[in-house]
């Protein structure tokens, strides 16, 4: 796919849509995300942000340990109690709250910290090349230049990323956990009941943006051909977390059916959701750009001479 970097016109994200037809802009959309392999790289993404997760709670409760703060590792305990779905709950008691853990926080922390930096480093690898092939690009970075840019990635968008994602999932937890510890005071607990969602959605949209702007192998156009992806796939991951949460805790047998395991399986449902939701986001500015450029195919032709 051409790239548009430095194209001056007048036409506006707005106005290509218009001009190519929303209902045929979206059906092309779906079909260059489904032809560039999209499915298959989001379960990618997906599995490794899970993979991210757990070990970084784990190295969390391991850096209080070491520290000697036991009030931070028991607002992380809470917290994660707080989003414990049904049985799994004395699961995740005996993770963080046991009182017989010994001398376990040094390896708790080395290895967690290990574990979920390199899940992270390999998803932000995984992004690239999803997003490489949805803009029809057929080999990635280099590997050296693919996982040296991976790691910036992680520290840039990762970190804000999952700031963000724990205020918005765990906003009211944390707060309710910082006040069972540490006691707030009334009108502490109000700033943070105020500002720590449109705070985490600057995170978010920050995080997104940079995956936008440096992840796939091209020139990225100007920030207004990219604001609708991130846009969307802001929109889309909030939908899609708020859809699991919301199935999770109305009591639809979900505990019921999977009992002990369904923190593992709702993590695991929202990260390929949230992996769906990120590349299909990338799929759309895509398109747009294609569009812009004058050839609006997302995928090649099928040559395949009807055979099956």
Known sequence: MPETTGTHERATPYRVVRRCGARRFAADTFRRFRYGDGFSHARAVGLLLCLAVVPFFIALTGLAEEAGARGAGRVVAYTALALTPGRSDALVRRLLLGEENGDTGEFALATGLTGAGLAVVAAMAQIERGANRLYGIRRDRPAAHKYGRAVVLTATAGIPAFCGFVMIVAGQAVGDALQRVYGWGVWTERIWTALHLPVALLLTVAAVALLFRHASRRHQPSTVWLLPGVVLATALWLGVTAAL????????????????????????????????????????????????????????????NGWA
Do not use: H, K, M
Not at 259 to 278: C, K, R
């Open 245 to 304: 949460a919301w199935y999770v805790n109305s009591g639809l047998a979900f505990t019921q059916i999977y009992g002990p395991l369904a923190a593992v399986i709702a993590v695991l449902l929202w990260g390929n959701a949230s992996g769906v939701a990120l590349l299909f986001s990338f799929a759309c500015t895509a398109q747009l750009e294609a569009c812009r450029s004058g050839d609006c195919r997302p995928c090649e032709p099928d040559c395949s």
